[in-house]
Each structure stands twice: as C-alpha cells, then as structure tokens.
C-alpha cells in the first residue's frame, strides 16, 4: 500500500515532465488531436531548431544563466557573510536586525515592482539584465540559512584561537568561516540558481520577449502569441526552460533534498 | 557603538578577549595594530551584514514606502502625480474587478493550499517508513519543484485543454463529461490550483518529512505497546509533534497564494492578463498588473499592493493569536 500510493506520487510527479518531452517531439498538429500522444515521436530535432529560432531561446539560455549564476554567488558570498555575525559575533542590535531580515521574507515583491520599474526606466535599465539581478544580490532566506547552519557547525574555540593567533577578519573568513561553511553555501547556491532560474514576476515586468528575455519570459512569449499557436513549438521551449535544471537535480538531487530538509524547518 | 560587555543569554558568541586586547606577538600592544585590531573586532560585524540592508533598503524598504505614496496620488506610467489621497482606496472598494480578484485570489488559495499540505503531509508520513528506493521517491517527489511556473504552466494548460486535453480524455473514459477548464469559473480555478499543488507538494512533504525524523521513537514504540494503530499514531503523535513545522508551512504558503500571478497568467495565455475572457481567475497580482501596465493607473496599482501587504499582516496576526490561544489551552489542560 505505502508503495502503491509512493509510486503513484512519483508518477504524477514526473508524468507532467515526460509529457513535455512526448509533445515536444511530434508536430504541432499531432499535440492539439485527441487521443493525446504518449511516446515520443521524431520531430524533436526540428521542433528545437525552430523553438531556438523562434524566440532566441540561446540567447535566453544564457541570459538565464547570467542572472542565476550572479545571483547565486552573490547571495551565497553576502549571505554566509551575514549568516557568520549573526551566528557568531556580538554587536549592538544584533537582534533586532535578525528580526528585521526574518520579517522581510513576508513582504511581497508586488510591493517595490513599481517604484523599482520607475527606476529602471529613469537609468534606462529596461530590458537590461542588471535591473533582474541588482535586487537580488542577498537574500533574506540566504541569511537565515547560513546562520542556522553556523550556529551549531562553527565551533567558538575556533575563532577565537585564530584572533589570539593575530588573525585579522578577513583571514578568519577565508581560513575559518569559509572552509567550514563549505557545504551549506553549496546547497545555499543551488537552491537559490533554481529560485533565480525559475524567478517569474519581476523579470516579466522588467525584461520583454523582443529585449533580453530570461527563459521565463521567453516562455511567456511563446505562450500568448495572438496568431496561432504551434503548441508542440511552446513546449519545446518549455522543454528547454526545463531541461538545464532537471540535469542539475538529476546530478545533485539529493543534496538539494538534504538542503531542503535541514535549512527550511528551524524557523 | 560600544560592545555590550554583559554576557549574551543565546548561542555562544564572540567577543574581544578579556583584559587587555591580545595584539600579536611582538608587537606593541598600545599601538596602532592593536587599535586597528580593535577597530576590526568592532566594525566588521556591521560590513558583514552590510550588504544585505543595503540591498534592502534600496530594493525593498524604500520601494515598499515609495509604493505606498504613489498609492495615494493619481500618477499614469511616466505622468506627474496629483494628490488624491484615500480615493484610490475608495475606487477599490467601489470596483466590481478589485472584489472578484481579491475573492479569486482566496479560492484559488484554499483550494491549491489545502490539498497541497495535506497531501505533503501524507506523502512525508509514508516517506518516513523504512522503505526501499526512498531516495528515488524523494527526488522524484522534489522534480516538480525545478520546474518554472511558466514550462509548468504551458504543459498543464495542454493536459486542461477542454477539446484535446489529456484529462477531459481520461475523465471521457470513465463516462464524465468533457469539462470547460478554460472558461468556466471553478474548473478553471481547480487548474490552476492543480499547478501551484503540483509544484509544490513535494517540497513542503519534504519539510514535514524532515521534521518527522525529529520525533522520538520511544514515542512511537509507548503507543504501539499501548495499542495504538499508524494512523492513531499519526494523529496523536505524529500531527501534535511537527506542529511548529505545519504552522511555517502554512504562512509561507499564504505568502505564495497571495501573491499568485504566473501560473494564471500563462495559463490564460493571450486572455492572461485579464485573468480569462469573464475574469474568472483573475487574481489580485495580475489586476494590479493590469492596472499598473496595461492601464496605465500606477496609483491604483500601488494600492492594490498595499491592500495586499494589509491581507499579510491580518493573516500574520490571526494566525499569532491562533498559535497563542492554542499555547493557552495547553497550559490550560497542564494545569487542571
């Protein structure tokens, strides 16, 4: 019974995603005719080259990899920054200022799109991959992360034989903080690639199909056409939006599982 | 900005070492290393966390005022502003499109919320049992989760496809109907809560199910003794224990329904916007959207914001008072 109803939670899990490989290789016509497709068929390789002519989808591939590569690092490097005071060292109104970070979490990004949209047209960002990646350099989440993950993985006696040693700051972080925070600022990063990666709102107000899309974007391009739409040439792209990350999840599956499962319960 | 020299209550912190400061050897300790070193200790804990409240306060804290005056005034997408005060809230309230979003914006939430954490509940109980492959079941549960709301969106809106759709096909094969998922209002809804449950159900039974590992066995075996079957077990110990975990899942995901737009938008493709040709799915993020982008009306999108943010802080204190009646009654029973 435990088994029936697991492996039924993993097929309806994965069948929505095998389904986009199925109608991303027949014809447009093939997808719209009832009885749905189920096997793959052999139109895979033309549907890709017309989805990667269509919109560009190289150039929103990289574009998307641009801004979930700078948001990663940069969030992985400030927030373990970050995570390591609040963790570890004493300073007036360390407190209040962990709560204001946890607070920040529920604020909605609908809050600032306009004001930021303002912006980004005064300095003529529209359409410019910064105005994706500025207001994601830190994370409130990255923050809690590490410092959850410092709190009990760095050891006192450690700092402080270091300080004793002569050790200036920066030393402590690249010698100390840095080595032992290793894997959680791994798992940190890949969490926040796929968030950045998938991130949907502010790059569909900032960035336009025929600018620099993100994957997204793109996809949202594709999708609302007003001329008809070839629905296998949709969801080639969508195959492509999904395919980079389905990879990485396949290769490192289960430390995203592990981060996952240690990081987002001590709240 | 003098370091607190009183000991702190919570975790174990650094502080600069007692007596005099422990400059390195052979160098004078009144010197001018020794008050660098000093200056270091001090400052450096503020350049850490630097970044992230600068970032915040550009990006976050000033945007969310900034919205919260343009909320306030007439201003269209690159006009002046002119003050008009409580009137955008006043011509909300008086709109037909503000209520219906604001209402589908509560459906949808329950109806993509609810069955998802029950469910994540009942996949992480299962994913608890010792089984085989469960590092399979746990990647393949989490999938979904790396998938974009957009490729989510479009795949979905093939299998609801009211003529060719996969699921009017197989609902055809046990004799119903098929069903209008486009543009009838609560099948529409149910669609697009079936994407946000997929997305998600998996991730959130993987937080239960960490919280799971937490609990006691010798709770567990004390029941089996006392007779107590899996499922009694899973009500009584299982439910009461992760209580916390299933409170911080159930915020995060009122955040997220809140601020739904993706999936309605994609799913709705060229009638998105609009949230379907009557508004049927129409949400509040994508009227404000629509007002903001389409209309041009930044002042009455900016409200809208705002009106949303209120929702968040009413349901963050209902759920406070919720958690702290609750506390109360415990006490309660401790007592008698």
Known sequence: MTYALLVFAAVVSLFPLYWNLVAASHTGERVVQAPSPLLPGRELFNNLSIAWNQVDMGEALINTTIVAGAVATSTVLFATLAGFAFAKLRFKGRNVLLAVVVATMTVPPQLSVIPLYQLITEFGWVNQLQSVILPSLVAAFGVFFMRQYLLEALPVELIEAARMDGAHSLRI??????PIARPAMAVLGMLIFVQAWNDFFWPFIALTPDGAPTLQVALAGLGSGNHTVNHAIVLTGAFIATVPLLLVFALLGKHIVGGITSGAVKS | MATSLQPDKGAAVIDAPSGAPRAPKHRDPSGWRSRLYRIDLKATPYVYVAPFFLVFAAFGLFPLLYTGWLSLQKVELGG???????????????????????????????????????????????????????????????????????????????????????????????????VNWETEKWPAQIAISTIVTWRWTGYNALIYLAAMQAVPNDLYEAAALDGASRFRQFISITIPSIKPTILFTIV??????????GEPLIFGGSLGIGGGSGNQYQTLSLLMYEKGWVTGALGQAS?????????????????????????????GAARS
Do not use: C
């Open chain 2, 303 to 331: 409200a809208i914001a705002w009106v949303m943010l209120l929702l968040l802080l009413a349901i963050g204190l209902v759920q406070r008072l919720l958690s702290r009646s609750n506390a109360q009654k415990k006490n």
């Open chain 2, 80 to 178: 002046e502003a002119e003050w008009r005060g409580l009137g955008n809230y006043t011509r909300l309230a008086e709109s037909d499109f503000f209520w219906n979003a604001l209402a589908n914006t509560f459906t949808i939430g329950v109806i993509s919320t609810v069955p998802q954490l029950l469910m994540a509940l009942g996949l992480a109980h299962l994913l608890n049992y010792r089984i085989r492959g469960r590092g399979f079941y746990r990647v393949a549960i989490l999938a979904p989760y790396a998938t974009s709301i957009a490729a989510a969106a479009l795949v979905f809106a093939q299998l609801f496809n009211t003529d060719y759709g996969m699921i009017n096909q197989l609902l055809g094969y046990v004799g119903i109907d098929p």
């Open chain 2, 252 to 261: 995060v995901s009122t955040i997220g329904a809140t601020q739904l737009f």
């Open chain 1, 173 to 178: 972080i690249w010698h100390v903080v840095f």
